[in-house]
């Protein structure tokens, strides 16, 4: 199997250290209804996992869910999400959390997202978040101002490398109000101090005061107490390259002088209708938002799955109903294959799964199932290998279907019209329709 690894910046085979491929997804922040573009990283990354699987390994997987810490701006100004959440909706932060936990993981079964074998929350690990800042500054790596503990990026000589940062070029302008007391712009918060009179309603005592953890340290610190590192994979956004990748990587080497991950995939970003995903342009439809306009969450998942995880994509209402009857047309394949018991191209699966082998080819494998036959069978393991329940969320092909057909096939020679309409309707409710062919009826879905 073939990776693009951003470390080296270059396609690789990927070899994992053992029989257990480890792997670390960045989750969510839980403060408010993911949106569609939000949602893109999982359905690439369970297509990872999928594939691993599908070439024999077993894989090992921890997914975050940010309840604590990431702050509105990616430098460490700004307002806890967590806190901003809870002042919009007038409900504590634990409630918040609780709240949009609920909802991601509704969304992730809608997907039909392959679960982690570890769902970790970071508020559960705070005692080990603490054990790290004190490695790291036993070793020399941090320094405390009076508004927090922070981590000295002059210290680690390779900070800049991951993401080919130009550190002569980041000015240290930006440095206001408390955060004036860092030492290089590039410096970030391991650990927040809350201030007299400052309203977090999530606190911990360190270090003598008020306090809770900055948002990239948990992260290194789930990933060393889960997995255990270096680990094989770890993905995230593309936009998580520059400041929150690169922060993990150097506090993982200050807390134990390993280098965190050996692959490292990122995803690209999408727009829609061309333009950046933003509340003030109104365009953050989440997986609601999608079902009001007839969509299903597997027409997204058949959408993304479309396109490279790498590219920069535009979503528009138009592609995503093209995926939708692209996937409607692969269920009635399903269909008239079983019908027909037709056999397929003989190297049909091997060649989808090459090519989502070769960096995760899913646009290129669907090319490949759009000009080739399929047989039964060959549909299931294409079904398994990309979660898009072409046969599970169907009345497929069950007894009590095929005796309306057979009955209304019955009544039709018997020249019972009314009949035979009446048990159309009845297939029409449950999703089926019948096509009257040369070799006879043959159902689809409608
Ligand atoms: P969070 O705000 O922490 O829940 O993280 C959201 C993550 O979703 C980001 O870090 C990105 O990796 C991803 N993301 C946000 N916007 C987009 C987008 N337009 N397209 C693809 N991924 C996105
Ligand atoms: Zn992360």
Do not use: C
């Given at each position: 199997m073939k990776i693009y690894n951003t470390l080296g910046r270059k396609l690789e085979e990927f070899k994992p250290q053992g029989e257990t491929v480890k792997l670390y997804t960045c989750g969510p922040t839980v403060y408010s209804v993911a949106h569609i573009g939000n949602m893109t990283s999982y359905i690439y990354w369970d297509l990872l996992v999928r594939a691993l699987k599908a070439n024999g390994y077993k894989v090992k997987r921890v997914l975050n869910l940010t309840d604590v810490g990431h702050l509105v701006s990616d430098g460490d100004e700004g307002e806890d999400k967590l806190e901003k959440g809870a002042r919009r909706e007038g409900k504590s932060v634990w409630e918040v959390a609780e709240f949009y936990i609920d909802l991601f993981k509704r969304d992730y079964a809608a997907l039909g997202l392959t679960e982690p074998e570890i769902w970790a929350r970071a508020t559960d690990y705070i005692e080990d978040e603490k054990r790290a800042v004190d490695l790291m500054t036993e070793h020399g790596f941090t320094y405390e101002t009076q508004d927090g503990v922070y981590f000295d990026t002059s210290k680690f000589d390779r900070y800049a490398d991951f993401a080919k940062l130009d550190l002569s070029g980041l000015k240290a302008g930006a440095r206001v109000g408390f955060s004036n007391e860092k030492r290089n712009a590039s410096d970030f918060?391991?650990?927040?101090?809350?201030?007299?009179?400052?309203?977090?309603?999530?606190?911990?005592?360190?270090l003598g005061r008020p306090g809770y953890p900055g948002w990239h340290l948990e992260c290194s610190t789930i990933i060393d107490k889960e997995l255990g590192a270096p680990i094989d994979i770890h993905t995230?956004?593309?936009?998580?390259?520059?400041?929150?990748?690169?922060n993990e990587i150097a506090q993982y080497y200050a807390m134990t002088g390993r280098d965190l991950a050996r692959y490292w995939l990122h995803c690209g970003f999408i727009t829609i209708d061309d333009e950046k995903i933003s509340k003030s342009l109104g365009?953050?439809?989440?997986?609601?938002?999608?079902?009001?306009?007839g969509f299903t969450a597997m027409d997204y998942k058949m959408w993304v799955l479309s396109g490279h995880y790498q590219g920069t994509r535009n979503f528009t209402f138009d592609s995503l109903g093209g995926a939708a009857v692209r996937r409607l047309n692969?269920?009635?394949?399903?269909?008239e294959c079983y019908q027909k018991r037709v056999t397929g191209d003989a190297d049909v699966c091997d060649r989808v799964l090459a090519a989502v082998s070769d960096n995760l080819n899913s646009a290129e494998a669907?090319?490949?199932?759009?000009?080739?036959?399929?047989?039964?069978?060959?549909w299931q393991k294409v079904d398994?290998?990309?979660?898009?329940?072409?046969?599970?969320?169907?009345?497929?092909?069950?007894?009590?279907i095929q005796a309306l057909i057979d009955e209304r096939q019955a009544a039709?020679?018997?020249?019972?019209?009314?009949?035979s309409d009446?048990?159309?309707?009845?297939l029409a409710e449950r999703g089926i329709t019948v096509k009257d062919t040369a070799d006879g009826p043959v159902w689809q879905y409608l």
């Open positions: 918060a391991v650990w927040k101090f809350i201030q007299p009179g400052e309203k977090h309603a999530m606190r911990w005592d360190y995230g956004g593309v936009d998580h390259i520059p400041v929150h990748h690169t365009n953050t439809y989440s997986l609601d938002d999608l079902a009001e306009r692969w269920r009635n394949q399903i269909a669907f090319a490949i199932i759009d000009s080739s036959v399929l047989s039964f069978e060959d398994k290998l990309f979660g898009l329940h072409l046969m599970a969320d169907s009345p497929n092909i069950d007894d009590g039709r020679e018997a020249k019972d019209y009314a009949k009446e048990i159309r309707d009845r």
